[in-house]
C-alpha cells in the first residue's frame, strides 16, 4: 500500500521551506513527501490549480495527504473545482486550519484525530 504527501506552500514561498515537515511526515506516515512548487505571485490562480490537479491525477497511490500552507489550501480546494477529467472526483473529508505550530502532543492529536484534508479517488 503505496501513501504520498503533497505539500502546497504558500505566497512568497517556494516549497523547500517545508523540507523539515515532508521529512517529518514521511516518516511518521511511512509515506512519500513531496512539493507542488507553483510562482504564487505570477501565476493565474486557474491555471495553479489546474497544474495541481494535474500533477495529482498523475501520482499512483493507495493514499494521497494534501497539506496546504496559507494560499496553498486554497489552491487544494480550488484543484477540487477544476478537475481536469471526469473519472477524478474529490471528497473534502476534513480541513484543518491551525494559526500556531503545535507542540509534540498536540501534533501527536492532530495526526491521530485529523483526516486528510482531500481525498482523490480516480
Same mark, same amino acid.
Given at each position: 500500500?503505496?501513501?504520498?504527501?503533497?505539500?502546497? %506552500?504558500? +505566497?512568497?514561498?517556494?516549497?523547500?521551506?517545508? +523540507?523539515?515537515?515532508?521529512?517529518?511526515?514521511?516518516?511518521? +506516515?511511512?509515506?512519500?513527501?513531496?512539493?507542488?512548487?507553483?510562482?504564487?505571485?505570477?501565476? /493565474?490562480?486557474? /491555471?495553479?490549480?489546474?497544474?495541481?490537479?494535474?500533477?495529482?491525477?498523475?501520482?499512483?497511490? /493507495?493514499?494521497? %495527504?494534501?497539506?496546504? %500552507?496559507?494560499?496553498?489550501?486554497?489552491?487544494?480546494?480550488?484543484? #477540487?473545482?477544476?478537475?481536469?477529467?471526469?473519472?477524478?472526483?474529490?471528497?473534502?473529508?476534513?480541513? %484543518?486550519?491551525?494559526?500556531?505550530?503545535?507542540?509534540?502532543?498536540?501534533?501527536?492529536? +492532530?495526526?491521530?484525530? #485529523?483526516?486528510?484534508?482531500?481525498?482523490?479517488?480516480?
Amino acid at each position: 500500500m503505496s501513501t504520498v504527501v503533497v505539500y502546497v %506552500h504558500g +505566497l512568497w514561498q517556494r516549497g523547500a521551506e517545508s +523540507l523539515w515537515l515532508r521529512r517529518r511526515l514521511a516518516q511518521e +506516515l511511512k509515506a512519500e513527501a513531496r512539493a507542488f512548487s507553483y510562482p504564487s505571485v505570477t501565476a /493565474d490562480a486557474g /491555471d495553479i490549480a489546474r497544474n495541481l490537479a494535474n500533477t495529482l491525477t498523475a501520482i499512483h497511490a /493507495d493514499t494521497l %495527504h494534501l497539506v496546504g %500552507h496559507s494560499l496553498g489550501g486554497l489552491v487544494i480546494l480550488r484543484a #477540487c473545482e477544476v478537475r481536469p477529467s471526469p473519472s477524478l472526483t474529490a471528497a473534502p473529508q476534513r480541513f %484543518h486550519r491551525s494559526r500556531m505550530r503545535p507542540s509534540p502532543a498536540r501534533w501527536r492529536g +492532530l495526526r491521530e484525530n #485529523c483526516k486528510p484534508s482531500i481525498a482523490w479517488r480516480s
